[in-house]
């Protein structure tokens, strides 16, 4: 005969009873039976009724009316006896209970909130997914509770001071380079995904390689600065409809490398060279190695429907090597009202030290209206 399931084992069982001496007001049972009805109680010979009868709680078996003396004369038969569950103790099953090519990984839903500390610890067991908010620059410690496959998370936000790094402890691995560091603007949110590969090291699998860093809305603004760029091999600024309050301004760019304490503006730190062609045709090349700004765009119009639009790139903004940037700007001129395009190859070279803040000015006046957008690129 066929069976879905399991194959019944024709074996006959033995119930497992108990015997007790009637006279008494209880009797202690070996199993606890759940219900009166998953037990069969006689009495002499004679059999009693669930509920009516006796009642069971646990262990416990209690006689309606104290059934009479006798020597073994209470007879109770388990007629569903509760299978005992074992549980492993903690660290106790090895591989070779495990079917090969199985992978194991920490829960990817817990989430636990990290206690920021001088050297801040990670126990992944409390959750693959950690959120830790930084009062300051960290060391962080080798996580504990990790498994071989598993995938974790770490959900990093500066706080309202910004500026926070990273030491990583060596467990954490970045294939392409060393580990970058999160954003460091004020409140920014960073987000690393690591992958175990042997319940030790942790290797960085993914975080966004372009990440919007901060935003700037001019209004009347004399500046708009950038600063505590850390951690990103590349930085791109994104302007749209800079305006200037006075016609024929056109927009200057300086750097820092003490996070805007100060703006490099020796006479000749900054290089220039580029081409630009008009609407009419007109084009014209701008070279200066010289100088103690980038001046990036012509004279632009004031009028609010126009402006100047484009991008600037900082490539290795954070290197100790002359820090090379290339721009591409689009610019309707006050004095011929043409559109004018530029594209620009500039260099730093007062210095080889590492930057970290950008400003946006312009030759007169303030900003009137437009944004500017700063993303770090991940090399």
């Not at 008494?24 to 004679?46: E, K, M, N, R």
């Not at 693959?128 to 509770?145: N, Q």
């Not at 500026?163 to 294939?175: A, D, E, L, P, Y």
């Not at 603007?185 to 860093?213: C, H, M, W």
Request: aromatic share 10%; charged share 10%.
């Amino acid at each position: 005969m066929s069976y879905i399931g399991n194959t019944p084992n024709p074996a006959y069982q033995n119930f497992a009873r108990d015997r007790f001496n009637g006279g008494a007001a209880t009797h202690t049972l070996s199993y606890a039976p759940g219900t009166p009805d998953a037990i069969a109680v006689f009495v002499s010979g004679v059999y009693q009724d669930p509920t009516n009868d006796y009642t069971v709680s646990g262990t416990t078996l209690t006689p309606s009316t104290v059934w009479p003396s006798g020597t073994n004369n209470v007879v109770v038969i388990y007629l569903a006896q509760p299978a005992t569950v074992v549980v492993p103790a903690d660290g106790s099953i090895t591989s070779a209970k495990l079917v090969s090519g199985i992978t194991l990984t920490n829960s990817g839903n817990t989430i636990q909130t990290l206690t920021d500390a001088t050297t801040t610890s990670w126990n992944a067991t409390s959750g693959a997914i950690a959120l830790w908010t930084m009062a300051g620059s960290r060391t962080l410690a080798a996580p504990t509770g990790l498994v071989t496959g598993g995938r974790y998370v770490l959900i990093i936000t500066q706080d309202a001071t910004g500026g926070r790094q990273i030491t990583w402890n060596s467990v954490f691995k970045n294939s392409a380079s060393s580990m970058p560091q999160p954003n460091t603007q004020a409140n920014a949110v960073t987000a690393f995904t690591f992958t175990s590969p042997d319940g030790t090291n942790l290797r960085l699998e993914s975080n966004e390689a372009k990440v919007l860093l901060a935003t700037a809305t001019a209004s009347s603004s004399a500046t708009l600065d950038f600063i505590n760029l850390i951690g990103f091999s590349h930085y791109v600024f994104e302007f749209s409809n800079i305006v200037p309050a006075t016609d024929a301004a056109g927009i200057w760019v300086r750097v820092s490398s003490d996070n805007g304490a100060t703006w490099l503006s020796g006479g000749t730190d900054y290089a220039i060279a580029g081409f630009n062609v008009d609407t009419s045709g007109a084009s014209g090349v701008t070279a200066n190695n010289g100088t103690s700004l980038w001046g990036i765009s012509p004279g632009i119009s004031n009028a609010s429907s126009v402006g100047a639009s484009g991008t600037v790139k900082f490539l290795d903004f954070n290197g100790s090597r002359f820090k090379h940037v290339e721009a591409h700007v689009s610019t309707y001129q006050a004095v011929t009202g043409y559109v004018v395009w530029s594209g620009l190859s500039m260099l730093y070279h007062g210095s080889t030290t590492a930057l970290n803040g950008v400003r946006f000015l312009l030759s007169s006046g303030n900003i009137s209206t437009g944004i500017i957008k700063c993303y770090g690129i991940r090399g």
